[in-house]
């Protein structure tokens, strides 16, 4: 079963926009990653947050984790039509004995000029 | 792709037939993973290695075996392909101290089992 469910399924905006993705998880983690995949092509890996961190930045990338509420969220400032992608949510779970990553099935983003 | 290939990179099969997918790295990373990705269900982990001839199953392992000889390459072999198979299957690796590191994927292999 998904540990990790995205949220929402697909989301279209603007050029100029900030797009934001959540992601909600079952079990404690020890860490949540997020990766792109562009059409037809494999993951890349975004950014990971640690279970002890609250925010992370990466240039136009802001992902916040909150343990409490077991959610994060993926910022995206001032989209681009390159950004345009699935993103994916992956959790180093307790359920898993924090062994594998499981993914959850993305956010469809999809960015007009 | 972080020196990853995977071949072949497409396939068409009959059902019933084995068939190997390849996985080569040139990272010389400890981790190396096979997922599949279908629609409605994003990826699941099939099996993983986390050195020569250590593996482990993953959430859908059933029907799935891996080996992996030496560290550059992992092997994925259906023994008896079946329809349920059909898939976008990628092949990751990670080179951090523990298998839920940052991964790096392959450009994957699309599987037809007809």
């Known amino acids: 079963s998904q540990q990790g469910e995205e949220d929402p399924q697909a989301l279209s905006i603007q050029e100029g926009e900030n797009a934001t993705m959540n992601c909600s998880y079952k079990?404690?983690?020890?860490?949540l990653q997020w990766y792109r995949q562009n059409s037809g092509r494999g993951l890349v890996h975004l950014i990971l947050?640690?279970?002890?961190?609250r925010e992370k930045h990466s240039g136009r990338l802001r992902v916040t984790l909150d343990t409490s509420k077991k959610s994060s969220s993926l910022l995206i400032t001032a989209s681009r039509a390159a950004d345009t992608a699935s993103y994916f949510c992956?959790?180093?779970?307790?359920?898993?004995?924090?062994?594998?990553?499981?993914f959850g099935t993305g956010t469809r983003l999809l960015v007009s000029p | 792709d972080a020196g990853i290939t995977q071949s072949p990179r497409h396939k068409v099969t009959e059902t019933g037939t084995p068939v190997t997918l390849r996985c080569h790295q040139t990272?010389?990373?400890?981790?190396m993973y096979w997922y599949r990705q279908d629609p409605g269900h994003g990826l699941r982990l099939i099996h993983y290695?986390?050195?020569?001839?250590?593996?482990d199953k993953g959430e859908v392992s059933d029907g799935y075996s891996v080996s992996r000889s030496k560290t550059e390459d992992f092997l994925l072999t259906l023994e008896s392909a079946t329809s349920s198979q059909t898939s976008v299957y990628f092949c990751?690796?990670?080179?951090?101290?523990?298998?839920?590191?940052?991964?790096?994927f392959g450009p994957g292999t699309r599987l037809t089992v007809l």
């Open positions: 947050i640690r279970s002890n961190e």
């Open positions: 992956a959790t180093a779970a307790r359920d898993t004995g924090f062994q594998k990553l499981v």
């Open positions: 990272e010389n990373h400890r981790y």
């Open positions: 079990t404690s983690i020890n860490n």
């Open positions: 290695s986390y050195g020569v001839k250590d593996t």
């Open positions: 990751a690796i990670s080179g951090g101290g523990a298998s839920t590191d940052t991964q790096y």
